[in-house]
């Protein structure tokens, strides 16, 4: 890899994971100075290594220079070092010289503790959200303003008032306790959900399907089974549907980057390997007598991963929507639920319960109500697809829409 590629790799890949380490040893009150030291790393490397040559170990030249700048950096700040150490209840001359360990292993429990940090109930779900994809995935703040479609201040702020949150609860990093974790977990559960679905499909930004962001919300969730108080039900349930979404990603967009509609892909692009990783996690995740979210999307998305058009299908799906929109109700689950029972019930039938959905500002109403009329009434389809192009919310939709206009750009 060309030395202007490997940089920016290995700080998508790296970053996340120094900071992780530094951040659980100073404290979560203290995630600034780890995000700081984390990123002098990153400069020094962009400072030496075009005049020295690239190290014959990259990643260990990263974590020898990052140790070794929070060494310095207590030594240099006595009262910083006095302060962290009294709140992790060590002597501060045994934390100053204590090693920071930057092994596999403990880079693994770090992210995961601090996934569980971010993730306290103090902190609003955006604001989790926006700590999770800064420390544990190295986003910048340009790209969180993106995903949540505001600016730079907004994002500043926001995480600064969620470190604020940390640092004035002393949240530990640390697995919670076993009276915990349930509840902790829902919320890390969410987080790991809307980071694959803004990879998923985006209508935050261009381009729309985000494949980095749906690995790193499945590398974040394998890590979570792996850890054994936190391997609950609900959590394969979320493995086995981001398995099943991600294995038609290939398929999704063509070469031009224009998304690619369910019916009309290439089954032979699908990842079959995902496939049956999805289902085994499904099946793992048949265990107990709760029902989540989880569980009925990761069993839509298994009934998705047959291409056939069959009646069994479509009545499996529609009743799985059924029970969802008990459990979580969303105006995307019921669009995509009449979808289901145009299949079973036909069109007409379908329409008349769209209609009663009215949900008029939403572009995907229209777009339903136009793919149901064609083939009925092509004029009020054309109608019902003119109203969702003026409503579209990204470039893809539009593309999409037009494409079903007959409007050739």
């Given at each position: 890899m060309e030395q202007q590629e490997?940089?920016?790799?290995?700080?998508?890949?790296?970053?996340?994971?120094?900071v992780a380490v530094l951040g659980k040893h100073f404290g979560a009150g203290h995630l600034d100075v780890a995000e700081d030291l984390a990123s002098d790393t990153f400069a020094a490397a962009l400072e030496t290594w075009p005049y020295r040559g690239i190290p014959a170990n990259p990643t260990a030249w990263l974590y020898a220079v990052a140790r070794n700048k929070a060494l310095n950096y207590l030594r240099r700040n006595r009262h910083f070092t006095r302060e962290v150490a009294d709140q992790l209840k060590k002597d501060p001359d045994d934390f100053q010289e204590s090693e920071i360990d930057l092994s596999e292993g403990n880079i693994r429990d770090s992210q995961l503790q601090m996934l569980f940090a971010v993730c306290h109930p103090a902190i609003s779900v955006p604001a989790q959200v926006g700590l999770a994809l800064r420390i544990l995935c190295g986003f910048g703040i340009d790209e969180i303003a993106t995903a949540f479609l505001t600016n730079k201040e907004t994002v500043n702020k926001r995480l600064f008032r969620a470190r604020e949150t940390l640092r004035r609860e002393q949240v530990a990093i640390e697995y919670p306790g076993e009276g915990e974790i349930e509840s902790r977990l829902e919320s890390v559960l969410t987080t790991l959900y809307l980071l694959f679905s803004e990879g998923y499909y985006s209508e935050s930004r261009e381009p729309v399907i985000r494949e980095d962001l749906c690995a790193e919300a499945m590398r974040l969730t394998a890590l979570l089974l792996e850890a054994g108080p936190a391997n609950s039900p609900e959590a394969n349930a979320l493995f086995a549907l981001m398995s099943f979404q991600a294995s038609r990603l290939g398929a999704r967009q063509n070469g031009s980057g224009e998304l690619i509609l369910y019916q009309d892909q290439d089954e032979s692009l699908w990842d079959a390997a995902l496939i049956a990783q999805g289902a085994r996690y499904l099946n793992l995740a048949s265990r107990g007598s709760r029902?989540?979210?989880?569980?009925?999307?990761?069993?839509?998305?298994?009934?998705?991963?047959?291409?056939?058009?069959?009646?069994?299908?479509?009545?499996n799906i529609l009743y799985l929507y059924n029970l969802l929109l008990q459990?979580?109700?969303?105006?995307?689950?019921?669009?995509?639920?009449?979808?289901?029972?145009?299949?079973?019930?036909?069109k007409e039938a379908a329409i008349r319960e769209a209609e009663r959905l009215k949900l008029s500002g939403n572009p995907y109403y229209f777009t339903l109500l136009g793919e149901l009329h064609s083939g009925l009434d092509d004029e009020k389809a054309r109608m019902h697809f003119e109203k969702a192009l003026e409503l579209a919310r990204t470039e893809a939709d539009r593309r999409v829409i037009q494409q079903r206009l007959g409007i050739r750009k």
């Open positions: 490997l940089i920016p790799h290995l700080f998508r890949t790296e970053f996340r994971k120094i029902l989540s979210r989880y569980h009925l999307e990761a069993g839509i998305a298994y009934w998705h991963t047959i291409k056939e058009d069959t009646r069994e299908k479509w009545e459990v979580a109700y969303s105006p995307v689950a019921a669009l995509n639920r009449t979808y289901a029972f145009s299949k079973i019930h036909g």
